[in-house]
């Protein structure tokens, strides 16, 4: 897997295989890993549970981060993510239907680099999922692996 992945962590399957639609159409090409619950997305980045073994030294680009998840929800899969050093700088988009400004708040006050609400409409979608992808899969520098 290369290093420029994405891990797309949502639960509605129909808004997965809407993301994943979007990402194709912008030919967004890079390898997507998508789970469907909090523990899984940490079990992918800890390489535990049913990723025991995985490479940990190859992570995301970029994580798109579902709020409403079912086991842990997505605040408390960012709390953990920057409580650990060798995830802490991961880049973390808040990809969610919610427009709550409490979520937002907690999302950023977690270290959530951006939060985006999820359009309705497939073509908004499609826009915004070619902005995400320019964004932080072109123009954004990442951190060194090395930090």
Do not use: C
Not at 83 to 107: C, F, H, K, Y
Not at 126 to 146: E, I, M, T
């Amino acid at each position: 897997m290369s290093s420029r992945s994405i891990l797309l962590v949502e639960d509605n399957p129909d808004d997965a295989a809407l993301t994943i639609r979007a990402l194709k159409k912008n030919q967004i090409v890079n390898d997507l890993v998508v789970v469907h619950d909090g523990i899984q997305a940490l079990d992918y980045l800890y390489g535990e549970g049913a990723f025991a073994g995985r490479d940990t030294r190859q992570m995301p680009q970029v994580i798109l981060l579902d709020l409403n998840l079912p086991k842990l929800d997505g605040l408390g899969v960012l709390r953990r993510i920057r409580g650990e050093e060798r995830t802490r700088m991961l880049p973390v988009v808040i990809l969610t239907s919610s427009n709550e400004e409490q979520d937002r708040v907690a999302g950023y006050g977690l270290g959530a680099n951006s939060y985006v609400r999820k359009p309705v409409d497939f073509d908004a979608f499609v826009a915004a999922a070619a902005q995400l992808g320019l964004y932080w899969l072109v123009l954004n520098q990442p951190p060194p692996r090395s930090i």
